[in-house]
Each structure stands twice: as structure tokens, then as C-alpha cells.
């Protein structure tokens, strides 16, 4: 049997500039995406997931990799099971190409960690990049790849990256499926072009001396569906769009140089300054990247001294509350609480993708 754990993730810059080529920030967190896969007793393959209510779904696998369930499933079902169906299709024919079969096998998935049974809600972590890495890490160790490597990671993170890219309709920049390859703290750029494979991304010097805490907004965010809608401005409204994401794209440089460099007054300044333009353009291009809560929890913060952003697409999900020193992040906290909203607790995990026996 081969077991592993995959961390979320948790962008603290670079939303939406990401897409235009401008690095990013990431981190790995720990809410995992867990998956086991083992031998099956017969000829059928079987998916397991208690989190989606999955029970020994059944299937088979054409000679040109195409997933057949023989499991009678309802359509609202087979919409659950695509991300799923995607990732094996694809997988199955990126071994296949080198030489190597997946044969049938029991695989079991459980992401409880992404949703919360308090809200009855996906939290924003990434949960689909984590199960896509997840996949592609299990199933390939399983059919014999090295994935432990520094060779075997970028093998499965670049994988991993085009299994998503493609499940998702080509849309997003990749930087959930870095965190979840890598873990730690990464500044993320996207390739030039389909073409070249992503690069490694840079692993950044840990600073537990920033304070952050992160804020539940109430409600779940369909990413592909705002980048969609920010897709359909840039082609309508092309000089504007630049403009927007031009400032977009220099303030997460030098956040990203702010980081570097520990600065932690200069960092919160560009947070702020990041929320303004993250406003500016989801006003512009008709898209609610800053939600009513998300402008509520920014005036709440700020009026402390800290800064405050959505981490993600927007609209819902979560949000990133930052402060210059400990004792700042505590006032901060405890105004968020008394005006109810709710923190969640994370931490940063300095692994990505690992076997669970290895723990």
C-alpha cells in the first residue's frame, strides 16, 4: 500500500497578478489532503472518498485510458467525480507514454481538512490542487515512478500542473499546485508559456517573526468563475486591464522583496496598498474580488494598524489579517472575534506531498 499527505495552501500575494506573470507568494498549511492506494482484489478498479459520500465506486479503464464507471451513478455525482475522472485519464496516458501501466487498483481519498462542519463549507485551501498532486504522487509511486527524489517532486509538480491546468480548463496559475508539491513558503511564477515547463519556485526563508491570522468570510468562491469573468474584461477592455494588473504586478515584486528582506512595516504598507488594487480592479472589471465582508474586515483591521486581503480569488473563501509585531496581531484578533467572525487556526508545514509512514 502506498499512503501519502498533501498540504493546502495559503496565498499571501500575488492573486490575479500571478496570471500576467508576476511572482506570487504561497504557503503550505496544514490541512491535508490524505490518500492511500493498494492492490485490487480483481480486475475492477475502486474509488473510496468518505468526504464526497463515496463508496466503492467501481470502474474500468479503456486501452486509451478512459475512465468507464460501472458503478450506477447519478449525474449530480458524475459532476463530483470529474476532477477525479480528469486527473486518472491524464495520468494514465502520461505513463503509458514512458512505458509504465496503472493496473487496477483500491484508492482511497479523504479531504475532510479542506471543509468545515461548523460552517458546511470548502474553506479555500486548495483542495482540488492537493488532490490532484495526491493523485499523481500515489498512483505514479504505485506503478513504480521515484517521486521522492528532487528529480521525482518537479517530475510529479509539473505533472501535477498540467493535470489541473487541464481539468480546469486551462484557467489558474498553478501556485496551489506549488504548495502542495513543495510546501513551505514559495514565491510562484508561472511559465512564459504553454510551451516550457514551470520552473521550481523558490523556496523562501521562513519568518515566523510576521504575525497573520486567517479569517473565514462565510461563503465558498468558485476561482474558475471569477477568472473567467476577469478573462472576458481583458478582452473587452484590453489598455484598462494592463493598466490594472501593471499595478498589480509591481506591488507584488516588492512585496516579495519585502519579505526577503523581513520588513515587516513595508510588507503590511504593500498588503494595504495590494487591497486597493485588488478593489480597483474587480470595481473595474464588474467582479466582486472585494466582497462587502471582505471591505468590512479591512477597515476593521486597518483601524488597528495591521493589513488585511482575501487570499485567493476573492469574493468569499478567506482572508489574511498581517501585523508588524505580536502584540499588534493580538488587539487585531481579538476585534475580529468580538465582531463575530471566525478564525481559523493554521500552520505553515515546511513538506509538501510525503509519504504518511515517513511522519
Excluded at 22 to 50: L, M, N, Q, W
Excluded at 200 to 225: C, H, N, R
Excluded at 235 to 257: C, E, F, H, V
Aim: aromatic share 10%.
Amino acid at each position: 500500500m502506498v499512503t501519502i499527505k498533501v498540504p493546502g495552501k495559503l496565498i499571501l500575494l500575488g492573486e490575479y497578478a500571478l496570471l500576467e506573470g508576476a511572482p506570487g507568494i504561497v504557503c503550505g498549511v496544514d490541512r491535508f489532503a490524505f490518500i492511500s492506494v493498494k492492490e485490487a482484489p480483481d480486475s475492477y478498479f475502486v474509488f473510496d472518498s468518505p468526504t464526497l459520500n463515496f463508496r466503492k465506486i467501481s470502474f474500468t479503464v479503456h486501452k486509451n485510458g478512459k475512465v468507464n464507471f460501472t458503478t450506477n451513478l447519478k449525474e449530480e455525482e458524475l459532476k463530483q467525480l470529474r476532477l477525479f475522472q480528469s486527473i486518472f485519464e491524464f495520468l494514465w496516458k502520461e505513463l503509458k507514454s514512458v512505458g509504465m501501466e496503472i493496473t487496477p487498483v483500491q484508492i482511497s481519498l479523504n479531504t475532510n481538512d479542506f471543509y468545515s462542519a461548523e460552517f458546511k463549507n470548502k474553506l479555500g485551501f486548495g483542495s482540488s490542487a492537493a488532490v490532484t498532486v495526491a493523485l499523481i504522487a500515489a498512483l505514479s509511486c504505485f506503478a513504480g515512478r521515484v517521486v521522492e527524489s528532487v528529480e521525482g517532486k518537479s517530475e510529479i509538480f509539473n505533472r501535477a500542473l498540467k493535470a489541473h491546468r487541464l481539468a480546469q480548463g486551462n484557467l489558474g496559475s498553478g501556485i496551489d499546485v506549488a504548495a502542495s508539491s513543495y510546501g513551505g513558503t514559495l514565491a510562484y511564477k508561472m511559465a512564459v508559456d504553454a510551451v516550457h515547463e514551470h520552473q521550481i519556485p523558490e523556496s523562501l526563508e521562513a519568518w515566523p517573526d510576521l504575525s497573520m491570522s486567517v479569517v473565514w468570510s462565510g461563503k465558498s468562491t468558485s476561482t474558475s468563475k471569477m477568472i473567467k469573468r476577469l478573462a472576458i474584461y481583458k478582452n473587452s477592455q484590453p489598455k484598462n486591464y494592463d493598466r490594472l494588473m501593471t499595478n498589480l504586478i509591481n506591488l507584488s515584486m516588492a512585496g516579495i522583496s519585502s519579505y526577503k528582506e523581513k520588513d515587516a512595516r513595508g510588507f503590511t504598507e504593500i498588503v494595504k496598498q495590494y487591497f486597493q488594487a485588488l478593489f480597483s480592479l474587480g470595481n473595474k472589471a464588474g467582479i466582486p474580488i472585494i466582497s462587502p465582508v471582505h471591505e468590512r474586515l479591512a477597515l476593521l483591521v486597518e483601524s488597528l494598524g495591521g493589513a488585511y486581503k482575501p487570499s485567493g480569488a476573492g469574493d468569499g473563501d478567506i482572508g489574511i489579517a498581517f501585523a508588524h509585531s505580536a502584540e499588534l496581531m493580538k488587539s487585531i484578533k481579538n476585534k475580529i472575534i468580538s465582531e463575530n467572525f471566525k478564525l481559523i487556526p493554521i500552520q505553515i508545514v515546511n513538506h509538501g506531498f510525503m509519504f504518511e509512514d515517513n511522519v
